[in-house]
């Protein structure tokens, strides 16, 4: 005779403490009746007790217990300290950045205030005046100033001015072409290799 699934439960319960005092009774009177419902209690306890030892073999002793606290905080410890220098890190390359830019503004402002890169006429970088300089100043079509070009002789500033001279002529005649509606414009052949 097999054992149903109610006759199991209420083994358990009888193993786990769970049953009343009439219904150990009536489990005992059946199991005095019945021999298999005996033989199923005591294979039951056996397979509890294997488990319990099998349990009780998996937990540490307190050495090992020891070692992986130990562990822990050491690691705990080496993660506290990554945040720590991540985030130190973060704030001081904010502030260095800011200081360099503040570094860097400064030295833009007293160099355009000492005149190096935007001497006055007449004086060479360093405000050192040399008679020998001849500046060239240039201007857009309307006359406003839109550079000064610096030669170290009048010959080398005249031939500039040739040279931009002749540049101006080349442009408006190009210019007066590209107006003029009887010139037909045609495409460059390409050269053949």
């Known amino acids: 005779?097999?054992?149903?699934?109610?006759?199991?439960?209420l083994l358990e319960n009888h193993l786990d403490?769970?049953?009343?005092?009439?219904?150990?009774?009536?489990l005992r009177d059946r199991m005095n009746i019945e021999p298999e419902?005996?033989?199923?209690?005591?294979t039951l306890r056996s397979e509890r007790d294997a488990r319990r030892m099998a349990f009780?073999?998996?937990?540490?002793?307190d050495a090992t217990v020891e070692r992986f606290n130990g562990y822990a905080s050491r690691e705990i410890q080496r993660l506290d300290r990554e945040s720590f220098w991540k985030r130190t890190s973060k704030t001081l390359r904010f502030i260095s950045a800011a200081?360099?830019?503040l570094v860097i503004g400064f030295s833009v402002g007293r160099i355009m205030n000492?005149?190096?890169?935007?001497?006055?006429?007449?004086?060479?970088?360093?405000g050192i005046n040399d008679?020998?300089?001849?500046?060239?100043?240039?201007?857009?079509?309307?006359?406003?100033?839109?550079?000064?070009?610096r030669f170290p002789?009048?010959?080398?500033?005249?031939?500039?001015?040739?040279?931009?001279?002749?540049?101006?002529?080349?442009?408006?005649i190009q210019q007066q072409q590209m107006n003029d509606p009887n010139v037909i414009r045609t495409s460059a052949p390409e050269e053949q290799f």
């Open 37 to 42: 419902l005996g033989a199923m209690l005591e």
């Open 56 to 61: 009780v073999s998996m937990e540490p002793d």
């Open 1 to 9: 005779m097999s054992l149903s699934d109610s006759d199991l439960e």
């Open 114 to 126: 000492s005149g190096v890169l935007n001497p006055k006429p007449g004086e060479r970088a360093g």
């Open 153 to 172: 002789s009048r010959e080398r500033a005249n031939e500039f001015i040739n040279d931009v001279d002749q540049w101006h002529q080349k442009a408006r």
């Open 99 to 101: 200081a360099a830019c």
């Open 17 to 26: 403490g769970e049953l009343s005092v009439a219904d150990e009774e009536a």
């Open 131 to 149: 008679p020998n300089v001849v500046e060239v100043v240039l201007t857009d079509d309307n006359g406003h100033e839109i550079g000064v070009q």
